[in-house]
């Protein structure tokens, strides 16, 4: 792979700009990761984040909605901004030779937002389509369930909330979440692409230079909710989803963790696929992946299947996340490594994609990886390492929530499902 050259600074506010050189490109990228996500919201009011994100777009600085759009438009930035659990996300694509304009007009955005009174409803209804999208999405409802109820109710909620908080939040409201929240002391503004990093650095320290930091929220974190769940729905489908404690990103032995979970669920060749649907044709998808928060993470396991079949859909899967501690085969591990390079390629070659990953890079471990060295842990990765590692931390204590018209239980524990 290329050697990848990156760099970072820190201004005298806290906001940070770390940025990697691809001068093989003719585009750049920024991704901009402002400490103002949903676990801020106000317990009464969930949704406010994702609500002021869409709000601080509605005019800023110079610009009134409509000109804030032709403005990006005119700079052929393809953009786009999100809530999340820890943050508000503001990204865009565009060629190197406009990454300087473009973010001259998200610092409008992060500094200068107008919240129009009069673009208030149409703002709660974009929201509103938002949760409405989301509800009819079962499998999308039934892990984040799952979400809720292992990490808790601080640590799991969506970002998006209900059509009854969105519809309590106020002007007011989102004008007090900005000012508590939108803040330049731990803001992450990632670039990647075909860049100049001295220009680059001078440029975004005269954009935001006289914006000053600001204490972090208090959070109350509130407790997991532990167990089997369902969530009763009239359905030809029952939803299945569990999750059992794995590592967050930081933690050292992260990618053994992925490593296993990627033979578990990494392609058609992988565990559950092959047991679950190939052998048994017991479900249309069966999936597991890597959760992780700043300082915990999980392993979520998701299943849609048949009514008639589900309780032994669930009692399958387990039965192979079960399993799993007695170890993967060489075979397993050498087809999980050629996927996870081919996954590092296509991010060598997408400037979006690394102006992502760097941010995220930068807010979990104060540093970036680099696609070089995250190569030097794949191939470090042995079958004797990951089954170590297995035979340590066996899948357990499983969390499950299930969404259809009758419950289901963890046979081997006699344990039933509670209301979610």
């Given at each position: 792979m290329t050697t990848q050259q990156i760099f970072h600074h820190t201004y005298d506010?806290?906001?940070?700009?770390?940025a990697q050189s691809m001068p093989w490109l003719e585009s750049a990228a920024f991704s901009i990761a402002v400490p103002a996500g949903c676990r801020f919201d106000p317990e009464e009011k969930l949704g406010t984040?994702?609500?002021?994100?869409?709000?601080?777009?509605?005019?800023?600085?110079?610009?009134?909605?409509?000109?804030?759009i032709e403005a990006l438009e005119s700079l052929g930035v393809d953009y786009n901004s999100s809530a999340s659990l820890y943050g508000t996300n503001f990204g865009g694509a565009m060629q190197s030779a406009q990454l300087h304009d473009a973010l001259a007009i998200y610092a409008d955005v992060l500094q200068r937002p107008i919240f129009p009174e009069d673009q208030l409803e149409d703002g709660r209804m974009v929201c509103f389509q938002e949760i409405a999208a989301l509800g009819d999405d079962l499998a999308?409802?039934?892990?984040?369930h799952l979400r809720l109820k292992h990490y808790g109710s601080t640590d799991g909620r969506n970002c998006e909330g209900t059509v009854e908080s969105?519809?309590?939040?106020?002007?007011d409201d989102l004008k007090a979440f900005y000012e508590q929240c939108y803040r330049p002391?731990?803001?992450?503004?990632?670039?990647?692409g075909k860049l100049d990093w001295e220009p680059l650095k001078r440029h975004v320290g005269n954009l935001f230079d006289g914006w000053q930091s600001k204490p972090d929220p208090e959070i109350i974190v509130q407790p997991a909710q532990h167990g089997v769940h369902h969530i009763k729905h009239e359905s030809?489908?029952?939803?299945?989803a569990v999750a059992y404690p794995g590592l967050h990103y930081a933690h050292e032995d992260y990618y053994l963790n992925r490593g296993a979970v990627g033979v578990l669920s990494g392609g058609m060749s992988s565990r559950l696929f092959t047991e679950v649907r190939e052998k048994r044709g017991l479900c249309y998808t069966v999936f597991a992946s890597c959760s992780t928060l700043r300082e915990k993470g999980a392993v979520l396991c998701y299943s849609g299947t048949s009514n008639d079949r589900a309780q032994e859909t669930l009692d399958v899967i387990l039965e192979e996340l079960?399993?799993?501690?007695q170890g993967i085969t060489e075979d397993e591990l050498r087809r999980l490594k050629v996927q996870i390079r081919s996954g590092l390629i296509m991010q060598q070659e997408s400037c979006r994609g690394r102006a992502g990953s760097i941010a995220g890079d930068w807010l979990h471990l104060g540093r970036v990886k680099t696609l070089d060295e995250i190569n030097e842990k794949i191939n470090g990765l042995t079958v004797k390492s990951i089954n170590e590692y297995l035979a340590a931390n066996p899948p357990r204590d499983f969390d499950v929530v299930t969404l259809g018209p009758q419950p289901l239980e963890l046979k081997e524990d006699g344990v039933s499902a509670t209301p979610a």
């Open positions: 506010n806290g906001l940070t700009l770390v984040a994702n609500f002021t994100c869409e709000m601080v777009q509605r005019g800023c600085g110079e610009y009134n909605s409509r000109q804030f999308q409802r039934t892990l984040r969105v519809q309590s939040i106020t002007l002391n731990g803001l992450v503004i990632a670039c990647a030809e489908q029952t939803h299945i079960k399993k799993l501690a």
